[in-house]
């Protein structure tokens, strides 16, 4: 089904999640409008970028008058865990207050989806509702307060979810998930065995399907545990590095000493303190070793578009490195 002169304004539709989303919603017959700070990497999406910084109260009501759009998806975001304290991730949080602000006062948009993350709870909690929170990252106490507003508007909002991504991944993804993938490309990914996790990850194909299942969801539903978005089946780490090698042709990692992954964590912490990147520190190492299986249930019955699969997955990400400048 085409949906013919359906706007959909997105917020940071410039970053990784939202150039898949732009691209499946042009795809499916929407007309689609980028607000980001920045031009998106895929240029076939020039032509519906609008600068816009989503903490400019003024400029977002301006713009959403003016296009009088019929859903707005909010994926505007800091994502790096770098800041140092929670008011250097405005765009989560006073940007959130915002679109809020502007939803509440459009005459057109229909649904509001916001972006939020897993990591409003550490690594390997599984919270039992929405109410429930352990954040232990600036980045995630900031979406635990992006959360919180969107909660204090929502007797006044359109129809709207919060969904938090899981670890997604695919074509046009940055870190971490790109290093991983260059890593086992390059032979340079060792794996560690049983202290290898097992977490949800989610194809970014997938996510964006799951993503507009929500926007285009038309029943009244109440939903009080949290919106995952992500893949049903877990995935293992190591084993995930063993299929990319064999698609990609390249030899399967070999595994080593814990000790020597943690060393590098440390060696990795030192040089980020310069300034200098380097493939692991000490949270990813954390990241690598601690299990993450989140509930995606609820995603599972109200997708309504077919799931591609793991494999399928890797051979389209492959094709998209082998093939792009990114």
């Not at 993804?173 to 490309?185: A, E, I, S």
């Not at 030899?251 to 990147?277: A, V, W, Y």
Request: proline letters at 4%; hydrophobic letters at 40%.
């Amino acid at each position: 089904m085409k949906h013919i002169n359906k706007l959909v304004i997105v917020t940071g539709g410039s970053g990784f999640i939202g150039i898949n989303l732009s691209l499946r919603l042009l795809d499916l017959g929407y007309k689609v409008i980028n607000l980001d700070i920045k031009k998106p990497k895929n240029k076939i999406l020039n032509k519906y970028f609008n600068f816009c910084d989503i903490t400019n109260l003024n400029d977002l009501k301006n713009i959403i008058e003016n296009y009088k759009p019929n859903y707005l998806v909010n994926l505007a975001a800091r994502t790096d865990l770098k800041g140092k304290h929670i008011k250097e991730y405005a765009v989560n949080t006073v940007g959130t207050e915002n679109i809020c602000i502007s939803s509440i006062n459009s005459q057109s948009i229909k649904k509001v989806l916001f972006a939020s993350t897993m990591l409003v709870c550490k690594v390997g909690h599984i919270p039992l509702n929405n109410q429930e929170y352990s954040a232990d990252t600036i980045y995630g106490k900031s979406k635990v307060k992006g959360e919180l507003v969107v909660k204090k508007y929502s007797d006044k909002l359109p129809a709207h979810f919060i969904f938090r991504p899981t670890s997604i991944w695919g074509p046009w993804f940055q870190k971490p998930y790109r290093d991983f993938f260059d890593l086992v490309l390059a032979g340079r990914y060792f794996k560690i065995g049983k202290f290898s996790c097992t977490k949800t990850f989610g194809y970014i194909e997938n996510s964006v399907n799951q993503i507009i299942s929500l926007m285009e969801y038309e029943k009244e539903i109440e939903i009080n545990t949290p919106i995952y978005i992500g893949d049903c089946v877990p995935i293992n780490i190591d084993k995930w590095a063993d299929q990319i090698a064999n698609i990609a042709g390249k030899r399967k990692p070999i595994s080593i000493p814990f000790f020597f992954i943690m060393l590098g964590g440390f060696f990795g912490d030192i040089l980020n303190l310069f300034k200098i990147n380097f493939p692991l520190n000490s949270f990813r190492v954390k990241n690598m070793t601690t299990n993450n299986i989140i509930p995606s249930v609820l995603m599972k019955e109200l997708t309504k578009y077919p799931k591609i699969s793991v494999e399928d997955g890797i051979k389209s990400t492959l094709r998209w490195i082998n093939n792009s400048d990114n």
